[in-house]
Nanobody, 115 residues
């Protein structure tokens, strides 16, 4: 089993920044993709950003140019730097990690952007 623990959520004004962190622990031998989803009230969970073990990144269009995903393979960690935050970014953010075809999830961290 792999456990994921997120941190860094909170309340911020529109235009502000937050940095989310997610650390993986447990039975880790090869994490492939890691990334972040979010789910706003009444909406489906959506993929925000992902990063491969080699550093290839992908973003949903709505965050391109504002969010940056990165990872530290030595620490089994993934990060999401969120700048120029908007009220519509308000959601619970979940990190995930894939290992040998199994996707593991964090518990979620709340991000609230006030207007």
């Amino acid at each position: 089993q792999v456990q994921l623990v997120e941190s860094g959520g909170g309340l911020v004004q529109a235009g502000g920044s937050l940095r989310l962190s997610c650390a993986a622990s447990g039975n880790i031998f090869r994490l492939s993709y890691m990334g972040w989803y979010r789910q706003a009230p009444g909406k489906q969970r959506e993929l925000v950003a992902s990063i491969s073990s080699g550093g290839t990144t992908n973003y949903v269009d709505s965050v391109k140019g504002r969010f940056t995903i990165s990872r530290d393979n030595a620490k089994n960690a993934v990060y999401l730097q969120m700048n120029l935050l908007k009220p519509e970014d308000t959601a619970v953010y979940y990190c995930y990690a894939d290992q040998v075809g199994v996707r593991y999830w964090g518990q979620g961290t709340q991000v609230t952007v006030s207007s």
